[in-house]
């Protein structure tokens, strides 16, 4: 992402979920560490209710490939596996998000300060997440159909007159 007050390039990772189609987290820095890289995961996996085991896809980043970053999935039990090199469709989710970004975002914007920048990146997150809809999704945003998922796999319990319990859906 281009700081033009700075006259320079920021990096943008971001953690987006393949299901719901939400931005989990992000990170816009001038440079971005394998450190920074475990800290955002960390918060992710904090912040979110995740599946005994997750499964992340990565470029061949040097954050990625790091020992460093490499032992902290293998204690927190996850998998990582790497795309190819130019090989955009093997991430096809995040590579549209980013299109998204730099057509809604960076297009729109000439930012003076990286603090700038991240101000109105939480609106846009805020908005993509809470407020633009998807096709893929059934015309929701991303919380909408999340909510929707979690209230069609929440069970009732309905007693009967005869003590039986039935399970509606």
């Known amino acids: 992402m281009y700081i033009h007050g700075q006259h320079r390039n920021a990096l943008l990772i971001t953690v987006l979920d393949v299901f719901s189609r939400g931005v989990l987290g992000y990170r816009l820095e001038w440079s971005i560490t394998k450190h920074q890289v ?16 997750v ?30 090199v130019a090989s955009p469709q093997e991430n ?46 059934g015309m929701l945003s991303p919380n909408q159909y999340l909510q929707g998922q979690q209230e069609a796999l929440m069970l009732r319990l309905i007693p009967l007159k005869d003590e039986k319990t039935i399970i509606e859906n």
């Open 38 to 53: 475990i800290d955002l995961m960390r918060d992710v996996l904090y912040h979110y209710s995740m599946p005994e085991r």
């Open 92 to 137: 096809c989710y995040i590579e549209s998000y980013h299109s998204i970004v730099e057509s809604a975002v960076c297009a729109k914007y000439e930012f003076e300060s990286l603090e700038e920048a991240k101000e109105v990146f939480n609106r846009f997150i805020n908005f993509y997440n809470q407020g633009r809809v998807h096709g893929s999704l």
């Open 55 to 84: 499964s992340l896809r990565t470029d061949s980043g040097s954050q990625f490939e790091a020992g460093l970053f490499r032992e902290y999935l293998r204690e927190m039990r996850n998998d990582h596996e790497f795309t190819h």
